[in-house]
């Protein structure tokens, strides 16, 4: 089964930028559809993007439209987060996970990374 860890988080003002790395291994990385998710402190964790196994399809949640862009690159085994014009709701710790059907049934969470963006 695929395993899945991500990176590039950090500390940011807001309306900065980051980009997030969800890297792959064991599995065959072009099987899986990868969703990103968050969880801020005392909330909740909530869907942000999600992208097909080929990458020819992305699906945002409505506060990361026209901010956040998801792509793949599936010959580094890759899912990538680009965030821009970060506002302090965005603050949490980013997790990507795997899935098999496209549906809501997710697996392999990452340990997750933070973003911090500060007024």
């Known amino acids: 089964q695929v395993q899945l860890v991500e990176s590039g988080g950090g500390l940011v003002q807001a309306g900065g930028s980051l980009k997030l790395s969800c890297a792959a291994s064991g599995g065959t990385f072009s099987r899986y559809y990868i969703g990103w998710f968050r969880q801020a402190p005392g909330k909740e964790r909530e869907f942000v993007s999600r992208?097909?196994?080929?990458?020819?399809?992305?699906v945002y949640a409505d506060s990361a439209l026209g901010r956040f862009t998801i792509s793949r690159d599936n010959a580094l085994n890759t899912v990538y987060l680009q965030m821009n014009s970060l506002k302090p709701e965005d603050t949490a710790v980013y997790y990507c996970a795997a899935n098999l059907l496209g549906g809501t049934t997710y697996f392999s969470w990452g340990q997750g990374t933070q973003v911090t963006v500060s007024s």
């Open positions: 992208i097909s196994k080929s990458g020819d399809s992305t």
